[in-house]
């Protein structure tokens, strides 16, 4: 990961996961729960601070419109890496996009929680399934 994504990281209380192969499962380090569980914390944390001192305090302060825009910036960044095969690039931006993707929500009100009570919802359903019955909503 790139030395300044690891900085804008830490500067958002969070630092790069660490992999480690063990009985030929990959585990995370930290676990990822937790990483994005600290991520929240820290952006919410940021709601009404200086705009001047903290970056996401800046994106709350710009509004939703720029926070989907950094966002999709952020998607189309990860993809560009993906099709590269740049394992690292992309690692990097996977970690930017969940960060925006993070802000969107709090600036939306919508909750880790929220989403995760969908992905339940959605668990144990094929996803041709899924996607049929989202055609009546």
């Known amino acids: ?3 300044d ?4 990281l830490e500067a958002h209380g969070t630092s790069p996961a660490m992999t480690n192969k063990k009985g030929g499962r990959e585990e995370i380090e930290p676990p ?3 990483a994005l ?3 929240w914390r820290v952006i919410e944390s940021r709601r009404g601070a200086d705009p001047e ?3 996401t305090a800046k994106l709350f302060a710009r509004g939703t419109a720029k926070i989907a825009q950094k ?3 952020e998607a189309v960044e990860a993809v560009i890496e993906g099709v ?4 690292a690039a992309l690692v990097g931006e996977s ?3 969940l960060y925006h993707l993070f802000v969107l929500w709090a600036a939306l009100g919508v909750s880790p929680a929220d989403v995760a009570g969908e992905l339940s919802r959605r668990e144990g359903t094929s996803g041709i399934a899924e996607k049929k019955g989202r055609k009546g909503r």
């Open 84 to 87: 590269k095969g740049d394992r």
């Open 1 to 3: 990961m790139p030395t």
């Open 5 to 8: 994504q690891v900085r804008r």
């Open 95 to 97: 970690a930017d996009l």
């Open 32 to 34: 990822l729960g937790e």
């Open 71 to 73: 966002l999709g910036e």
């Open 53 to 55: 001192t903290s970056y």
């Open 37 to 39: 569980e600290r991520l």
